[in-house]
């Protein structure tokens, strides 16, 4: 495993959190992009991005969304129907009334468009992906991850999932049940999606792993491309209540792995971050590597300096997490979080994530060590 900071020394912002990447098939470049500012939910907050490749030659990171009605939030970075790179984030104030604007490439991140509103006048908590990538189906559909967060003294958590028939231009929203009734906490959010067949010929099902308050991840599967959903329930999971990204290992599903923080309390330590591998579709999982524990400081691209952290050696602070509606107030110290994980055309896993929220960690897992969990 190797691993390298590729969002410079840092030293435009005060956090940083919340990445994203995709890599292009043809020339393999990688665009990775998150939000930074003061904190979480100010409003100074700015969405930035970099490209570049595994052998070095990153960009200076660069601002590509900022301004509008307060702080940016969650981008997410995924190839469409049409071929085009898209960049979804969030924007506002506050979590319960984002909105959710995109910008798009035809030159895998070289050049962007003018950012537009993905479903105009709505700021009911953002439309399309919120965390995780979108999937695109057999038939076509492209089911985007959503979710949504009341601002209630005690809120309310559900899992949504938003639909494109036509390639982006449109959206159609369906909601997870779930028994609230039976929960501690707030309920869940930000699923992880992905397909599964039981072989050749055979029906596809989408499934979900959703983020939860009840110290275990929640799984809900669909039968029909996501137009609906059976009642979330949990599994196997620890989850600690942050967000987590799932892949499949092979054409089937049958293999699946996620990067997660590996606690159980919600609001719960935010180190280490591991991959965890699932052989039933999500049910039962089984840790395989620690991508992350805070012990050694990832690789920097030539020219650059380690982010200051403000750990004195020998010191192992924990980040001290405080939520509500308008962001988590941490000092960021040994979070290493918010992991977002594709699998490469090459059979590597890529995937970037949060580093004491001062920079953000490309890290790549070798296809021997994949092949070695299938």
């Known amino acids: 495993m190797e691993r390298w900071i590729i969002s410079g020394n840092g030293e435009q912002w005060k956090q940083c959190h919340g990445s994203t990447l995709a890599q292009a098939s043809a020339s393999g470049a990688i665009s990775v992009a998150w939000f930074a500012g003061t904190r979480e939910g100010s409003d100074d907050n700015a969405i930035w991005f970099t490209r570049g490749h595994l052998a070095g030659d990153w960009q200076t990171p660069r601002r590509l969304l900022h301004g509008h009605a307060g702080a940016w939030w969650n981008p997410v ?43 105009p006048g709505d700021d009911g908590g953002g439309r399309g992906p919120v965390k995780n990538p979108p999937l695109l189906t057999g038939d076509g559909l492209w089911v985007a991850p959503n979710s949504i967060e009341s601002e209630d003294d005690e809120p309310v958590w559900d899992c949504r999932f938003d639909i494109s028939a036509d390639r982006g231009r449109t959206w159609s929203l369906t909601t997870v049940p779930i028994n609230h009734e039976s929960l501690r906490g707030s309920g869940i959010i930000q699923p992880t999606l992905w397909s599964s ?35 979330a329930q949990p599994v ?18 049958s293999k699946v792995a996620i990067a997660h ?11 280490p971050l591991v991959i965890s591998v699932s052989s039933d579709g999500g049910v039962s999982w089984d840790q395989r590597e620690v991508v992350e524990d805070g012990e050694d400081i990832p690789a920097m691209p030539a020219g650059s300096r380690v982010p200051k952290v403000g750990i004195e050696t020998g010191q192992r602070p924990s980040s001290m997490l405080q939520a509500s509606d308008r962001g988590i107030v941490t000092n960021g110290l040994r979070e290493f979080s918010y992991p977002t994980m594709v699998l490469s055309a090459a059979g590597e896993l890529l995937l ?13 897992i070798s296809k021997g060590t994949t092949e070695s969990w299938l």
């Not at 010929?201 to 059976?230: I, P, Q």
């Open 77 to 119: 970075l995924s190839y469409g129907p049409d071929g085009r790179l898209w960049l979804f984030a969030k924007n506002g104030p506050r979590i319960s009334h984002w909105k959710t604007w995109y910008i798009t490439s035809d030159d895998d991140g070289m050049t962007w468009s003018a950012e537009r509103e993905l479903v």
């Open 261 to 271: 923080n590996p606690g159980s309390q919600s609001w719960g330590s935010r180190c």
């Open 197 to 231: 067949r039981n072989g050749p010929g055979t029906a596809e099902e989408l499934v979900a792993l959703c983020r939860s308050t009840e110290g275990c991840a929640y799984r809900t599967v669909s039968k029909d491309g996501g137009l609906n959903w059976c009642e």
């Open 236 to 253: 196997g999971l620890p989850q600690n209540n942050s967000g987590f990204c799932a892949v499949s290992l092979d054409e089937w599903g």
């Open 352 to 364: 970037s994530y949060t580093w004491h929220r001062r920079g953000i960690v490309l890290a790549r």
